[in-house]
Structure formats: structure tokens, C-alpha cells
């Protein structure tokens, strides 16, 4: 099975900081890998698709990069609606679609 | 506007049954695979099953494997989820998710607001 890897856990940040969240997986996934954003109580909303596409409507703040193992989310500049839970997926196989552990981002 | 909205949550005991259901619109829902996605209380997310357009193609994983059927209406525009033998670790919101195909994957492009299942004694 592909394990997925986040970190941190968890980040304190300013708003107007650059934020960046790591994941990693356990072998070669390619570009397969998204990331969503979930705030407390609500549904995930995907931010990023094929590790540096960006979903329509999405602010172009948020950023992907990386292939193959190590893939990166970015906010270039932290807005107060940006705290919430963010969470990377690899989708290698789509018969075992694996999830990040989750990066919280809190209020500095 | 794609809309996805599950209902059929509870309480109950271990070793009980539930079944879930997902009402899809604003989209051609046998176009689409679908999948539930759970979130056990201050946990992260765990992707359970799969399921194709045409129903041909059925994943789950091992955690609910034997135990838990995915099917789906494609007259009806709905997704279920059949959950028998329940267990105290099945306590989560269960949330369905469209998949997005991508090559020979895909990621979850929408999603429902999720129904909480509470398994406890």
C-alpha cells in the first residue's frame, strides 16, 4: 500500500505569511496527488489536482508542486479564511485512494 | 450545480446494521464513479469504498471489506452504502464523494456535507 506522509501536523502562522505544507509518499506516485482543504464541521473542498493544477475558483494563492514522492502546498500570502485543515491524497491506484495524516494551520 | 447530499445516519449498537444513501444532481450520475469517504471524530480523512459508472468495478478497503457493500441507482441519481456488523472504530461522518477521472485514477471533485454514524453500547 502507498503510505502518505504530512508535515507538519500542525502550524501557527500570521496572516499575510507564505505557508508551506509537505507531503510525502512511500513510492513513486507521479504527479497523482491533490489537496483539499477542510474547515471544522464541513465537507473537504479540493484545492489542487495532479500536484500543481489548481480547481476552478480556487485563489491563486494557493499553490502545488513536486513529483514523484515529495509534493508541496503553498499559500502565498495567509488570509483569515485560509485557517482550516489541509489534507494531500495520492491517487497512484484508484482502488486505494490514501490520505494525508492532515496539516492543521492555526492563528499565530 | 453538482449537489450530493447523504442521509441515513444514527445511533446504534455494535453489530448492528445501517444503510446510507447519497442523492446526486446537476450532473450525468452514470458518467461518474463514486466513492464514501469517512472521518472518525478529531481524525483525518479514510477513503472506504469505490464504486464505477456502470457499477462494474467495486473497491473497498480493508477495514470494511466483508462487511460493507457499496451499490448504486443510476435511474434513481443515488449512491448507498450497506453497512452491517458495525463496530465501535465505524463511528464517523461518512461522506460520498464524486470522482474526477484523471489517466487511470482520479481524485474527489465534490463532495457531500456527510452523515454521522455513532456505533456505541
Known amino acids: 500500500d502507498i503510505q502518505v506522509t504530512q508535515s507538519p501536523s500542525t502550524l501557527s502562522a500570521s496572516v499575510g505569511d507564505r505557508v508551506t505544507i509537505t507531503c510525502r509518499a512511500s513510492?513513486?506516485?507521479?504527479?497523482?496527488l491533490a489537496w483539499y482543504q477542510q474547515k471544522p464541521g464541513k465537507a473537504p473542498n479540493l484545492l489542487i489536482y495532479?500536484?500543481?493544477s489548481l480547481q476552478g475558483g480556487v485563489p491563486s494563492r494557493f499553490s502545488g508542486s513536486g513529483s514523484g514522492t515529495e509534493f508541496t502546498l503553498t499559500i502565498s500570502s495567509l488570509q483569515p479564511d485560509d485557517f482550516a485543515t489541509y489534507y494531500c491524497?495520492?491517487?497512484?491506484?484508484?482502488?486505494?485512494?490514501?490520505f494525508g495524516g492532515g496539516t492543521k494551520v492555526e492563528i499565530k | 450545480e453538482v449537489q450530493l447530499v447523504e442521509s441515513g445516519g444514527g445511533l446504534l449498537q455494535p453489530g448492528g446494521s445501517l444503510s446510507l444513501s447519497c442523492a446526486a444532481s446537476?450532473?450525468?450520475?452514470?458518467?461518474?464513479?463514486m466513492n464514501w469517504v469517512r472521518q472518525a471524530p478529531g481524525k483525518g480523512l479514510e477513503w472506504i469504498s469505490y464504486?464505477?459508472?456502470?457499477?462494474?468495478?467495486?473497491y473497498y478497503a480493508d477495514s470494511v471489506k466483508g462487511r460493507f457493500t457499496i451499490s448504486r441507482d443510476n435511474v434513481k441519481n443515488s449512491l448507498y452504502l450497506q453497512m452491517n456488523s458495525l463496530r465501535d472504530e465505524d463511528t464517523a461522518v461518512y461522506y460520498c464523494?464524486?470522482?474526477?477521472?484523471?489517466?487511470?485514477?482520479?481524485?474527489?471533485?465534490?463532495w457531500g456535507q456527510g452523515t454521522l454514524v455513532t456505533v456505541s453500547s
Open positions: 491524497q495520492q491517487y497512484y491506484h484508484v482502488f486505494l485512494l490514501t
Open positions: 513510492q513513486n506516485i507521479g504527479p497523482w
Open positions: 464504486i464505477s459508472g456502470s457499477t462494474t468495478t467495486i
Open positions: 464523494a464524486r470522482l474526477h477521472h484523471d489517466f487511470w485514477s482520479g481524485y474527489c471533485d465534490y
Open positions: 446537476g450532473f450525468t450520475f452514470s458518467s461518474y464513479s
Open positions: 495532479q500536484a500543481s
